[in-house]
Antibody, heavy 116, light 109 residues
């Protein structure tokens, strides 16, 4: 069964850092595009990052230069390093498996709250 | 960046009725890269339709997608109680970049 489980969310102060993890099972992140999508409270979905199977990464303008996506093939895990966080980064962060432009499997999400 | 605009913002219908949701793009989108998702409270989105008209695995045939270019539609032929949720369209372009519409809330009338 294909499954994604995120962790690492929590309360962080503005300007602080947090690292999210997404453990995959049922497939290999080595050969799959993996993405992060976030959702502010009561709002819609916002794509924020993708990592290709060759390790190339791409980001939305809203997070570029602050957030970094990486993966550990040995742990079948994708990471999302969040630095210099802002209150507007508050929300649920989902990792998802990307296939030909669509997101066909999603984790349950992890909540990040940026507040002093 | 391609902007997707969904309408209406909220749709109030009764079980058994037909629902028609619209997604309009600010510039032409390849039909291969237009998808629809359903999201219920407290749950992640679920892929319904991809390639503008292909149902994802396990999706009932009352859900159908159509459209091309800048205008796409999700139709639910006969609403079941479990269909009341928020629906998002999503596109991919080759930058790579992805974007979602703002969502349509389908509520029980």
């Amino acid at each position: 069964e294909v499954q994604l489980v995120e962790s690492g969310g929590g309360l962080v102060q503005p300007g602080g850092s947090l690292r999210l993890s997404c453990v995959a099972s049922g497939f290999s992140v080595k050969t799959t595009y993996m993405t992060w999508v976030r959702q502010a409270p009561g709002k819609g979905l916002e794509w924020v990052s993708i990592i290709h199977n060759n390790g190339n990464t791409y980001y939305a303008d809203s997070v570029r230069g602050r957030f970094t996506t990486s993966k550990d093939k040995s742990k079948n895990t994708v990471y999302f390093q969040m630095n210099s966080v802002r209150p507007e980064d508050t929300g649920v962060y989902y990792c998802a498996k990307e296939l030909s432009g669509r997101f066909d499997c999603w984790g349950q999400g992890t909540l990040v709250i940026v507040s002093s | 960046e391609i902007v997707l605009t969904q309408s209406p913002g909220t749709l109030s219908l009764s079980p058994g009725e037909r629902a028609t949701l619209s997604c309009r793009a600010s510039q032409s989108v390849s039909s291969s890269y237009l998808a629809w998702y359903q999201q219920k409270p407290g749950q992640p989105p679920r892929l319904l339709i991809y390639g503008a008209s292909t149902r994802a695995a396990g999706i009932p045939d009352r859900f159908s997608g159509s459209g091309s270019g800048t205008d796409f539609t999700l139709t639910i032929s006969r609403l079941e109680p479990e269909d009341f949720a928020v629906y998002y369209c999503q596109q991919y372009d080759s930058l790579p970049s992805y974007s979602f519409g703002q969502g349509t809330k389908l509520e029980i009338k």
